[in-house]
């Protein structure tokens, strides 16, 4: 299949963000490589992709298997000989208070959220920087840009995510290979059902979370591309965010009273002993 047409790998490819990635994806003609740990999500957009053309191809990938990223990554490389775009975009999301946390609770969602973006990043931008082109698009949030309090493993893993990708955005440039973190902040997906809760209400959290205004995974994936296209280092397509983080810079207090109430309504979904 070595051919002009572009080729993208998309972790976390069969839900949300991931999923509407891998569509504006092909609406831009690229060919999409879905990969997932969700199989029959993967396998129902992989067949909805390629209703009218041959668009794309599930493969089950686990991002925390090192060896078979490296596999995954490879295999299209050769097969297609081209890899244009990567986006290391699987993650979960995790609340609780930081007492209430394990260190098997910390080992999991590093696991993911940062060894899944590193194992990605490590081996996509080898290959990248051989070919001379090529953009890696990790997967970061909002909550890897400033505090969030009773997600502080979350927060953590995303901080690291922009760290590594934002410092690479300046390393790869003179090899002709693009970099960009994606920081989204409240987008309608089934990340808060699914997410991971240590001593908290899920569903009282996730209707607090679902009081925030969501954008939709359709909106993110074309604003992503859009920033894409640009090459911008951080694409954080947070609504009022400039005037927010200006308010916040010129009134400390105002930022401080944000993170009591976020702590306030998160406390009031954790279950007590
Ligand atoms: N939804 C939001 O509000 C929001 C905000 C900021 C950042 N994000 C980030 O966006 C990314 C996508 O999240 P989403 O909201 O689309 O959630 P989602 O739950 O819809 O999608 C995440 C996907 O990642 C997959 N996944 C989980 N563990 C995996 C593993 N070990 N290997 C491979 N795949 C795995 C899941 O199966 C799922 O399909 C995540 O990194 C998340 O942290 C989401």
């Known amino acids: ?55 794309a191809r599930f493969i089950h990938l686990d991002v925390t298997d090192c060896k078979k990223v490296e596999r995954l990554i490879q295999k299209v490389y050769e097969e297609f000989g081209r890899l244009d775009y990567l986006f290391n975009n699987a993650g979960i999301a995790m609340y609780g208070e930081l007492y209430d946390m394990s260190i098997k609770n910390w080992k999991d969602i590093i696991d993911i959220n940062l060894w899944g973006v590193i194992y990605g990043t490590q081996i996509g931008y080898q290959i990248m920087k051989k070919q001379g082109f090529g953009h890696i698009v990790n997967t970061a949030s909002a909550a890897g840009l400033g505090p969030s309090p009773v997600s502080s493993a979350y927060s953590a893993t995303k901080h690291a995510v922009v760290g590594l990708t934002t410092s690479l955005h300046y390393e790869a440039e003179g090899f002709g290979v693009k970099v960009s973190t994606l920081c989204p902040t409240f987008v309608d997906t089934p990340i808060f059902e699914e997410a991971i809760a240590i001593k908290i209400n899920k569903s009282l959290m ?9 954008m939709s995974p359709q909106r993110i994936a074309k604003i992503t591309l859009k920033g894409v296209h640009k090459n911008t280092p951080v694409i954080c397509p947070m609504p009022m965010r400039k005037t927010i983080d200006v308010l916040c810079t010129i009134f400390p207090s105002l930022h401080h009273a944000l993170m009591r109430l976020v702590c306030k309504v998160s406390r009031e979904a954790r279950i007590s002993e």
Request: glycine residues 10%; charged residues 20%.
């Open 1 to 55: 299949m070595k051919g002009t047409r572009k080729v993208a790998i998309v972790t976390g490819g069969a839900s949300g963000i991931g999923k509407a990635l891998c569509a504006e994806l092909v609406a831009h003609n690229v060919f999409v490589i879905i990969t997932d740990i969700k199989v029959q999500d993967g396998k129902t957009l992989q067949a909805h992709l390629n209703e009218k053309a041959l668009n």
């Open 206 to 214: 996730t209707q607090q979370l679902k009081k925030q205004k969501m």
